[in-house]
């Protein structure tokens, strides 16, 4: 009984000292975003006289000024741009998902000639920068008279991601080939197997794909600034660095302004975490 409690608490310590060494890690990596927070409820003077000597009571802003947030939503149509954010995500999410699972069931169950060239050929274009390709991307959207419009965002997701199609092809190499045999003994079509089948067991591959998605279209930059020329049509992301250009001294509002751009990521993140974990780690069985 007291080898038992001894190894109970060795364990328990072992846990009390690593979960205190990886807090310890992390708080200079939280301390930017818990400075960016703060200064979203600071006025400017209270900005500039915390710069002159750094103290508790300098860091931590009081009384809170929650007038920046509603001061940055009227300086620019942030409301406008969060609207379009979310339905590029939501158009990026479903298309990259949908399509990039059809190739990867494809790669992984079916059999065809130069099945694993095509496949390792598509992995290969992970390594490809985005600007050996943009310029290309450009001329071609330029030409089908894209540009200006929403397309060249949203096209290019329903057309598979290399980098999803690698990890749900991984996940579906895991999952046993007795399930797609019992189907086609029921009759089942390949579609209906992959359909009825295969997708329900892939829930945390898809969830992280679509995370995956979800994380890159709403902090994507440089595709609203190469294609979007009219202010109505801007993202959070694009919007922001307007707000920066066009009020970079409104710290205070600046900061609240980046404040709503990061919170709803953080906040997903803590909602699917087990989710990604799960997916990532179910990724990687067989290659």
């Known amino acids: 009984m ?52 750094l103290s508790l009571s300098s860091f931590f802003p009081w009384p809170l000024r929650w007038q ?13 741009y969060l609207r379009n954010t979310m339905m590029l995500c939501a158009l990026n999410v479903a298309g990259a998902v949908a399509s990039s699972a059809v190739v990867a069931y494809g790669f992984a169950r079916m059999e065809f000639r130069f099945r694993e ?56 190499m895991t999952i046993p080939e007795d399930i797609s045999e019992a189907g086609c003994i029921d009759g089942a079509s390949e579609w209906r197997i992959f359909w009825q089948l295969y997708l329900p067991l892939a829930g945390p591959a898809l969830a992280t794909c ?34 920066v250009s066009n009020y970079g001294s409104y710290w205070g509002q600046l900061m609240a302004a980046a404040t709503i751009f990061t919170v709803p990521i953080i906040v997903l993140f803590f909602f699917t975490q087990k989710t990604f974990i799960e997916g990532i780690s179910t990724t990687g069985g067989k290659g």
């Not at 364990?11 to 960016?36: C, D, E, G, N, Y």
């Not at 920046?68 to 406008?80: H, S």
């Not at 598509?122 to 450009?138: D, E, H, N, Y």
């Open 68 to 80: 920046n947030f509603t001061d940055a939503m009227k300086l620019v149509p942030f409301a406008t």
């Open 210 to 243: 679509a995370l995956f998605q979800f994380l890159f279209t709403w902090n994507d930059f440089f595709g609203p600034l190469l294609y979007l020329d009219d202010p109505s049509q801007y993202t959070v992301a694009y919007g922001l660095q307007q707000f």
């Open 2 to 53: 007291s080898t038992k409690l001894g190894i109970f608490g060795f364990k328990r310590s072992h846990q009390v000292l690593a979960h205190t060494v990886i807090i310890l890690i992390s708080i200079p990596f939280m301390l930017p975003l818990i400075w960016m927070v703060c200064t979203a409820f600071k006025s400017n003077a209270q900005i500039f006289t915390g710069a002159q000597g």
């Open 117 to 172: 060239t095509l496949f390792w050929a598509m992995v290969a274009t992970i390594a490809l920068p985005s600007q050996v390709t943009m310029i290309p991307v450009f001329a071609l959207f330029r030409a089908l008279h894209w540009t200006g419009t929403y397309l060249p965002l949203v096209v290019p997701a329903f057309f598979a991601s290399p980098f999803y199609v690698f990890l749900l092809r991984q996940f579906f």
